[in-house]
């Protein structure tokens, strides 16, 4: 029997205003935790949140626990997965409770789970061999997930699924049992996808790797009327998954895929609706959790990615980190950031180190890209900025001005010790 396992991904940052400077001279004293206001825009941030979860998280979810419901008797019946970015939660309790319900209501179910991840979606990961500040992320939204939704995560997903044998290492000692990377062929050579591998120097975790073609079918060309696949039906889609080989086929993207990246009209949701019951008309095939993959299947070969060079994700054709460190603003930015986590730590304010972690988030960085074609035009889809360097310049001033506050405090702090 092979398993159909789907995954979703929901995230969504917390925009950086533009004219921060503006706002901050019209008040007297400041605060850290007077600067979430000011940094971050929260108007286009519940402008944005809420547009999405009527487009696609509530109709979207609706349809799934519809799914569950109806096929909850047959054994091989739906289930799905889902990675939920700490701040995303955040969110959701803020600008549209019906959004946490919803995904409170599936977890419920016994046939959704809930993986871990980077409570800020951040590059974290990038920082150091030992992680700290990684490991001190992830157990954050660990404990999020528990608390919302009574689930202790055993799977994780890197940001933008961000993977080398030494964050499998780091994984591994966390205590999770399987790590989820892109099936790119690289790494891969001759080998499929679709089987569960063994990372190399973390004999004890499993590597699942995304079928990024069988993804990007409906992630990406869904809607593409030219398109030679177009238009991509549930009983073609079954077949396709019927007639891959393997042990498992892991299907993950961005849940905004459903609503949002393509609209209701395009037959979208049609799709979702109708793939299970196409899917359970092959009896070779069935739907499985992650964790379930990793308790039925053995790792059939081991996966060695390097750190220097090798690093692998899911964005763009490259398949690397060239989405958020490749020019000179990313890698400035990134280092400067970087830099400050132990100053922040040092001064022992927690306003301040969340706003830093805030800085973490990888979509700072991607909206820095300056690649151009399809890469380009992706980037630009995402980016609430009119380009690249409006966007370096307001994160920019955000950053230089937390970082001057933060230096001010860490000064007087230990002055005050050396005086002493």
């Given at each position: 029997m092979k398993g159909v396992v789907l995954c979703f991904e929901a995230h969504q940052p917390y925009r950086i205003r533009q004219r921060i400077m503006e706002l901050i001279a019209l008040k007297q004293a400041v605060r850290f935790r007077d600067l979430e206001k000011i940094y971050f825009d929260e108007e286009l941030n519940k402008q944005i949140f809420k547009r999405v979860s009527e487009r696609c998280y509530l109709p979207a979810?609706?349809?799934?626990l519809d799914i569950i419901d109806r096929q909850k008797s047959d054994s091989r019946g739906f289930r799905v997965a889902f990675s939920l970015s700490g701040i995303f939660i955040e969110q959701a309790r803020q600008y549209d409770e019906r959004v946490l319900q919803a995904f409170k209501d599936l977890s419920g179910t016994g046939r959704v789970e809930f993986l871990a991840q980077t409570y800020y979606h951040s590059l974290v990961s990038l920082y150091s061999e030992d992680r700290p500040e990684f490991i001190?992320?992830?157990r954050k939204h660990v404990t999020t997930v528990c608390e919302e939704f009574n689930q202790t995560p055993s799977v994780f997903e890197n940001t933008e699924l961000i993977y080398n044998n030494s964050i499998a290492r780091t994984v591994e000692k966390m205590g999770f049992k399987a790590i989820f990377t892109e099936g790119v062929e690289?790494?891969?050579?001759?080998?499929?996808?679709?089987?569960?591998?063994?990372?190399?120097?973390?004999?004890?975790?499993?590597?699942?790797l995304r079928n990024y073609r069988l993804t990007d079918d409906i992630g990406f060309r869904f809607s593409s009327t030219r398109w030679e696949q177009y238009p991509l039906t549930a009983e073609k889609y079954a077949s396709w998954l019927a007639a891959t080989p393997g042990d498992c086929i892991n299907i993950f993207m961005d849940y905004e895929t459903f609503g949002e990246h393509h609209w209701k009209e395009t037959g979208i949701f049609d799709f979702l609706r109708a793939l299970p019951d196409k899917v359970l008309e092959y009896q070779n095939l069935c739907f499985?959790?992650?964790?379930e993959v990793v308790e039925r299947f053995d790792a059939r070969d081991e996966i060695d990615v390097f750190e220097l060079g090798g690093t692998v994700s899911w964005a763009d054709e490259e398949k690397d980190l060239t989405a958020w460190l490749q020019n000179p603003m990313q890698i400035f930015l990134f280092e400067r950031v970087k830099a400050l986590e132990p100053i922040v730590k040092a001064v022992g304010d927690s306003d301040a180190l969340e706003l830093w972690r805030r800085f973490t988030t990888s979509d700072y960085y991607y909206y820095l890209s300056t690649k151009t074609g399809g890469a380009g035009e992706v980037h630009s889809y995402f980016n609430p900025y009119p380009n690249p360097l409006n966007a370096y310049n307001n994160t920019m001033e955000a950053l230089l001005d937390f970082e001057l506050r933060v230096r001010r405090m860490y000064n007087r702090k230990f002055l005050k010790k050396k005086a002493a």
């Open positions: 979810s609706e349809i799934l001190e992320q992830v690289r790494i891969l050579g001759w080998r499929s996808p679709n089987y569960v591998y063994s990372p190399k120097g973390a004999p004890g975790l499993r590597l699942l499985m959790l992650p964790s």
